[in-house]
C-alpha cells in the first residue's frame, strides 16, 4: 500500500496545473497523493507569499532569476549550481511539463539540407513581451535588425501589426534564427527560450547564462558571452546568413554532447532521488528551516514587511477606512 501525502501547491504563475506536473508525475509512482488544504508539504513557487500561512514541510521552486531563502524553505529546486546537504538540487526550468514537447523536439531534430534552407524564407524573429529584461537584449535586438529586419511578435517591439502569436514553434521554423536571450544574466539560469528555437530548427541567438555551453552544444548556436561587442556576433550571423554550407554545419550539430545528455539524463534521476528522500522520512524528521528562536523571529519579521508593503501599495481611502474599522 503506497504511503499517503497530502501536499498544496501555492504561489505559481498563472495556468500552474497542480493536479499535472512534473513534481505530481514523479511522487504518484510511490506515493497517493492528495491535495489538500491542510497538508504536511507545500511546494510553492516566487509569485506570491501564501506559503508563509502553512507551517508545514516547504518546499521552493523556481524558474525565475531568483535564489532560494532556506530561512523560509526547507528544500529548494532552482537553476543555480550551488549545494546544500540534501535541501537543494538544480532543475531547470525548460524540463517543466510545459515544456517537455519543445524538449523533445530538440532533442531528436533532424538534420536539414539545402532545400530546407529554401523553407526557411524568413531572416530571424524576436519573441518577447517583457519590457523590463535586461536592456542587453534589446540592443542586440536593434543592432542585428540594422542588418537586416528581425520581426518581432511578441507584445514588445513589435514590427510585424500582429501581437497574436498562438503557436511558437509555428511561427518560428520559417526562420533561419532566432534570438533567444533570458531576462537576465547568472550561471545556471537556463529558460525554455534556446530549448524552442532549436526544437523549431533555428539558430539560436543566445545571451543569459554565462556557461551555457557547460549544457548546450556550443558549435550548435551562437553565444554572445563568446563575442566581445555586438559587431562580432553580427559578423557571426552574416558569415552564417551568407554561407550555406557554414550554415548547415552549425544547425546540423546535436543540441547536447554525448556528455552532456548524460548530464540531463543525471539531472532527470536526481530529481526523483531529491523528492524521495523528502517525502520517504517521516513528516516531523523532514523539517529542515529553524522554526524557532531566530527562525520564527525571521519569518516574523518578513510578514510585516509583506503586509506593511501591501498597505503602501494600497489607496489611501481604503488604508483610512481599514484603521476606523
Same mark, same amino acid.
Given at each position: 500500500?503506497?504511503?499517503?501525502?497530502?501536499?498544496?501547491?501555492?504561489?505559481?504563475?498563472?495556468?500552474?496545473?497542480?493536479?499535472?506536473?512534473?513534481?505530481?508525475?514523479?511522487?504518484?509512482?510511490?506515493?497517493?497523493?492528495?491535495?489538500?488544504?491542510?497538508?504536511?508539504?507545500?511546494?510553492?513557487?516566487?509569485?506570491?507569499?501564501?506559503?508563509?500561512?502553512? @507551517?508545514?514541510?516547504? %518546499?521552493? !521552486? =523556481?524558474? #525565475?532569476? /531568483?535564489?532560494?531563502? &532556506?530561512?523560509?524553505?526547507?528544500?529548494? $529546486?532552482?537553476?543555480?549550481?550551488?549545494?546544500?546537504?540534501?535541501?537543494?538540487?538544480?532543475?531547470?526550468?525548460?524540463?517543466?511539463?510545459?515544456?517537455?514537447?519543445?524538449?523533445?523536439?530538440?532533442?531528436?531534430?533532424?538534420?536539414?539540407?539545402?532545400?530546407?534552407?529554401?523553407?526557411?524564407?524568413?531572416?530571424?524573429?524576436?519573441?518577447?513581451?517583457?519590457?523590463?529584461?535586461?536592456?542587453?537584449?534589446?540592443?542586440?535586438?536593434?543592432?542585428?535588425?540594422?542588418?537586416?529586419?528581425?520581426?518581432?511578435?511578441?507584445?514588445?517591439?513589435?514590427?510585424?501589426?500582429?501581437?497574436?502569436?498562438?503557436?511558437?514553434?509555428?511561427?518560428?521554423?520559417?526562420?533561419?534564427?532566432?534570438?533567444?536571450?533570458? @531576462?537576465?544574466?547568472? %550561471?545556471? !539560469? =537556463?529558460? #525554455?527560450? /534556446?530549448?524552442?528555437? &532549436?526544437?523549431?530548427?533555428?539558430?539560436? $541567438?543566445?545571451?543569459?547564462?554565462?556557461?551555457?555551453?557547460?549544457?548546450?552544444?556550443?558549435?550548435?548556436?551562437?553565444?554572445?558571452?563568446?563575442?566581445?561587442?555586438?559587431?562580432?556576433?553580427?559578423?557571426?550571423?552574416?558569415?552564417?546568413?551568407?554561407?550555406?554550407?557554414?550554415?548547415?554545419?552549425?544547425?546540423?550539430?546535436?543540441?547536447?554532447?554525448?556528455?552532456?545528455?548524460?548530464?540531463?539524463?543525471?539531472?532527470?534521476?536526481?530529481?526523483?532521488?531529491?523528492?524521495?528522500?523528502?517525502?520517504?522520512?517521516?513528516?516531523?524528521?523532514?523539517?529542515?528551516?529553524?522554526?524557532?528562536?531566530?527562525?520564527?523571529?525571521?519569518?516574523?519579521?518578513?510578514?510585516?514587511?509583506?503586509?506593511?508593503?501591501?498597505?503602501?501599495?494600497?489607496?489611501?481611502?481604503?488604508?483610512?477606512?481599514?484603521?476606523?474599522?
Amino acid at each position: 500500500m503506497k504511503k499517503i501525502v497530502k501536499i498544496k501547491f501555492v504561489d505559481f504563475w498563472k495556468g500552474f496545473n497542480e493536479e499535472k506536473n512534473i513534481f505530481i508525475n514523479i511522487l504518484n509512482t510511490k506515493y497517493e497523493i492528495l491535495i489538500s488544504d491542510n497538508p504536511d508539504y507545500i511546494i510553492y513557487s516566487c509569485f506570491g507569499n501564501k506559503h508563509l500561512k502553512y @507551517n508545514c514541510i516547504r %518546499i521552493f !521552486y =523556481t524558474g #525565475e532569476n /531568483i535564489q532560494p531563502d &532556506f530561512n523560509i524553505c526547507d528544500y529548494a $529546486i532552482g537553476y543555480s549550481y550551488i549545494k546544500f546537504e540534501d535541501r537543494y538540487i538544480r532543475f531547470p526550468l525548460y524540463l517543466l511539463n510545459m515544456y517537455r514537447e519543445d524538449y523533445y523536439k530538440a532533442l531528436n531534430k533532424d538534420n536539414l539540407n539545402l532545400s530546407d534552407i529554401e523553407f526557411k524564407n524568413k531572416f530571424c524573429n524576436f519573441i518577447y513581451s517583457n519590457s523590463n529584461a535586461n536592456p542587453f537584449r534589446d540592443k542586440l535586438f536593434k543592432a542585428i535588425n540594422k542588418y537586416k529586419k528581425v520581426d518581432s511578435g511578441g507584445k514588445h517591439l513589435n514590427n510585424i501589426n500582429n501581437t497574436n502569436i498562438s503557436n511558437k514553434y509555428k511561427f518560428q521554423k520559417h526562420y533561419k534564427f532566432s534570438i533567444a536571450c533570458e @531576462n537576465s544574466t547568472t %550561471i545556471g !539560469y =537556463t529558460t #525554455e527560450k /534556446i530549448v524552442q528555437a &532549436f526544437a523549431a530548427k533555428t539558430i539560436p $541567438i543566445y545571451w543569459g547564462d554565462p556557461n551555457i555551453s557547460k549544457e548546450f552544444n556550443s558549435k550548435a548556436f551562437i553565444n554572445c558571452h563568446d563575442y566581445s561587442s555586438f559587431d562580432q556576433v553580427l559578423d557571426k550571423i552574416k558569415l552564417l546568413d551568407n554561407n550555406d554550407d557554414l550554415y548547415l554545419q552549425m544547425i546540423n550539430e546535436p543540441v547536447f554532447t554525448e556528455n552532456q545528455l548524460k548530464n540531463q539524463n543525471n539531472i532527470e534521476n536526481n530529481i526523483e532521488k531529491f523528492l524521495y528522500n523528502i517525502f520517504n522520512q517521516p513528516v516531523k524528521k523532514a523539517f529542515r528551516r529553524e522554526r524557532f528562536c531566530k527562525g520564527k523571529r525571521y519569518t516574523d519579521i518578513l510578514k510585516k514587511q509583506i503586509l506593511a508593503y501591501k498597505l503602501l501599495k494600497m489607496p489611501l481611502k481604503i488604508i483610512t477606512k481599514l484603521f476606523k474599522d
